[in-house]
């Protein structure tokens, strides 16, 4: 089995986002399956919020263009470090009207700039909300339902995810 083949969870068993809490993702394979598996709960993500923690370069971006394409959006993701802001209405989602919010606070001077973009008119119960250095909108982002924090040493890259409300909504589904 070649390294792309891999599963994608530490312990090597099939991945179930429910049941996630490191997964190894050191290939950009690795990270498309996680995105695939997060993808399948787009039912649930619709209306959270999800922060994704991580250094420069650790692969937020990565994953969210990812989750995007395995919701069907065929458009280019783009870095909204500049912009601060992407809107997306993949063609995929499983509820017509869900759209995916893709926020990078790097830039972000003052958590109260977040006013400016209008953030509170954009999130819906359609809109699923995923921020970047969520840490710089602190004090005025709405509170996560659950986490992602990436990481990168060596040639290891990994995802640490807190499902917080996920593991809830999942197992009333059970
Ligand atoms: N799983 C992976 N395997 C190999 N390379 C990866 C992986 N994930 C991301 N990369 C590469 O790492 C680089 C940085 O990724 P990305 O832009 O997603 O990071 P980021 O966490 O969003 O950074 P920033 O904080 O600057 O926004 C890109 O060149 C990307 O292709
Ligand atoms: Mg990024």
Redesign the pocket.
Known sequence: MTAAEQPATAAGQTPAVVDISTVD????A??ARLAQTLAQQASWLRGKVVY?Y????????????FLLQALGETGKVK?P?YGLMECYQPANCPQPGMKILHL?L?RLQDPEELEYLGLRDLLDADTLLLV??PQRGAGVLPAPDATIR?S?AADQ?SAEIHPQALAAAASART
Do not use: P
């Not at 991580?54 to 263009?65: E, I």
């Open positions: 993702i050191s290939t950009l690795a990270t994704l991580g250094d420069l370069g650790a692969g937020k971006t990565t994953l969210v263009r870095s470090t990078d790097y970047e250095w990436l990168q890259r």
